[in-house]
């Protein structure tokens, strides 16, 4: 299995984590992961906008052009000979002695990407639970930062009480999963959080809005209560991994009448032939 280091492709084997790379002790970096289908890249140009952007943010200045990154991952997909999966990459601010400070800017940024076969489930995909936690991350989570210990805190608490996601709240106002943005249908009307620092902008929730002002589906970048999360007729999960996912139980409460909704099904009809424009034959 190959991997990229740094810019070059390499046997997964021959790569060793030094400890300390500041991504290792402090979470100290960004990441993506972009979906393959049919052995292409799904949405890359905004993924590796999205990571400039976090890695700015962060004041991580990335060594190479979106261009550059995007023709090595496509390199890597081909010598893994991956059809269906998905590509993780992550920079870390570099290798130095610990100490919170920032190094000298002389240290470069570490870099891997890999790759995964993840199955394409199909357009349709069912119905999955989940439960409300509060969400106890910092102030940026605009940032797709490698720091997810609030997220993983969420999911954990989904995984024990058999479910697939954790809808965070900040004081009885949802902003998005442990890992996917939330949106709820109220009066036939998509309703999401906006993109403020509160939530992780998602390239699906990004396409899911795009899909709507195509479509003539009326929507609403607004955020809303949990009694509205509860109430919706529909409730939407989006990410990479579960695509357009409709949740339809929340803390054991039927979402409408417990399955997935026609909104819900517009868009993911609607996502998968994005899929096929983009990643078809
Ligand atoms: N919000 C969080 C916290 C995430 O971790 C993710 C993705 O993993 C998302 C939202 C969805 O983002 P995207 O659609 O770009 O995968």
Redesign the pocket.
Known sequence: EKMILNGEIRNRSEIKVEIEDRGYQFGDGVYE?IRIYNGKLFTSEM?LARLIESAKKINITIPYTIEEIEVKLKELIAENAITFGTVYMQFTRGVSPRNHAFPSTDVAPVYVAYTKEVPYSGVLKPGAKAITVEDIRWLR?DI?SLNLLG?ILAKQKAAEAGCFEAIQHRCGTVT??????VSIVVNGELKTHPATNL??N????QVMIKICKDLGISYKEDDFTLEELLAAEEVIM????AEITPITEIDGQAIGNGESGTVTRQLQQAFHAEIERQCGH
């Open positions: 992961v993924h989570c797709k997220n998005e999963g442990s890992s996917s943005n939530i992780l998602g390239i699906t929730r989006t990410s990479t991994t």
